[in-house]
């Protein structure tokens, strides 16, 4: 399905036709900051198969109650500014769209930074007029350990103006799960961008509140992270300027992660296996996550494939004098060719030129691959609430934009 960027601006002169869209400047962590980080940390710790997906509920898991997680955001590169309460106290956070909650660290919460680094902004609510108890327990484990903390209410405020009320969140008091990836960070805290049904509580998510409320002209949010530099975020539509020809959709598989089907990933005389079973390849695309993902004997034959090779830290690099050479890699989602140039699928900093994705095998119902920020780049993302679908399109490059 295409809606071209045309109709779009045609649609949006009609009368009662509203445009207002809402935009979140999104800040990017330097590629020199983040293969830092990975060479000091020696391997990311974000890799845990035995894990499966954040917020999967325990039908889908079999597993114990507490919400398990595969992921510590130690590659995230992304972060944007929101506000809770009444006035409003700041935080910077990731927008995630591979979770369902929206947390932020409270006064007093332990293992959230210190004073010399990493220091985090806490919320405090007793400072807010606005703020309503609520004390029920929320609690992820992650692969090192829980974040927890429990339940209130008050008000969110999106990019200033767009205020989302009543909005269940929860005030961390113990970041140990999320380790260096959190102590070390600059971000405060997650606000996730799945579906409700993944949510921890079951609270309804901001973005589904903002729906409810009206507080947003259209049920659809769209990333733009461009190629080099800060991206933006906009919520109730899209931003036609910022993507070539046609959007092109793509059912989801489910309402929960923002999970569809792919036909196939290839590159040079590499070729993804189609499932033995028959079930489509399956890959959620996730702006909390910077790399790319997928089976890790996949990874391995579609690293050598590119002519990267392994390395200490459990990751693959390529000699940097042979990434303009790089084969391109291609992922083929709904019958189209989403094509990452060789050198796009590359970081490059310090030397090092570190091969932009890497193996976890998650076990059902997680998903196959991971679509993150190196894919996002390339492409326009826009995620349809209602429709329960996303669609794509080729992003302008910030030098066109």
Same mark, same amino acid.
């Given at each position: 399905?295409? =809606? ?19 935009? =979140? ?26 894990? &499966? ?90 692969? &090192? ?35 260096? *990836? ?89 070729? *993804? ?7 489509? =390849? ?25 002519? *990267? ?50 193996? *976890? ?41």
């Amino acid at each position: 399905m295409k =809606i071209s960027a045309l109709a779009v601006l045609l649609a949006c002169s009609v009368p009662g036709v509203s445009s207002k869209l809402v935009r =979140i400047p999104l800040e990017k962590r330097s590629d020199e900051e983040m293969i830092a980080d990975i060479q000091k940390r020696g391997h990311i710790e974000n890799v845990l198969s035995e894990y &499966s997906l954040r917020g999967a509920t325990d039908k889908q898991r079999n597993l114990k109650e507490e919400n398990e997680v595969i992921k510590d955001y130690a590659n995230a590169q992304y972060f944007g500014s929101i506000s809770v309460g009444t006035p409003p106290q700041s935080f910077m956070v990731i927008f995630d769209t591979g979770s369902s909650n929206l947390w932020v660290p409270k006064v007093g919460c332990t293992h959230c930074g210190n004073p010399f680094f990493g220091k985090k902004s806490k919320y405090d609510h007793e400072k807010s007029g606005t703020y309503e108890s609520d004390g029920k327990d929320f609690e992820i484990m992650y692969g &090192s350990g829980s974040v927890s903390g429990y339940f209130s209410k008050d008000s969110v405020t999106v990019a200033e103006d767009l205020v989302i009320k009543d909005q269940a969140f929860a005030e961390v008091q113990d970041a140990g799960g999320l380790g260096l *990836a959190y102590a070390l960070g600059k971000f405060d805290g997650i606000l996730g961008m799945g579906f409700t049904s993944i949510s921890v509580g079951g609270v309804p998510t901001v973005f589904e509140n903002a729906i409810k409320q009206s507080a947003v002209d259209m049920p659809v949010f769209s990333f733009y992270l461009g190629d080099n530099g800060p991206g933006e975020l906009t919520f109730g539509g899209y931003d036609a300027s910022k993507f070539e020809g046609d959007l092109v959709y793509v059912d989801l598989l489910a309402a929960t992660y923002w999970e569809i089907a792919m036909d196939a990933v290839s590159a040079s005389d590499y070729q *993804a296996p189609a499932n033995p079973d028959g079930s489509p =390849i399956t890959a959620i695309v996730d702006s909390g996550t910077s790399l790319i993902t997928g089976p890790k004997k996949e990874i391995t034959k579609l690293a050598k494939a590119v002519g *990267a090779k392994p390395n200490f830290t459990g990751q693959f690099t390529i000699d940097c004098d042979k990434v303009d050479s790089m084969p391109d890699i291609v992922f083929t989602i709904g019958g189209a060719d989403y094509t990452i140039p060789g050198s796009k699928a590359v970081i490059q900093a310090q030397g090092t030129c570190l091969f932009a994705f890497m193996g *976890a095998d998650f076990p059902p119902p997680g998903p196959q691959w991971i679509l993150g920020d190196v894919f996002m780049r390339q492409y326009y993302t826009v995620f349809n609430y209602h429709d329960k679908t996303i669609g794509f399109a080729k992003a302008v490059s910030k030098s066109e934009d």
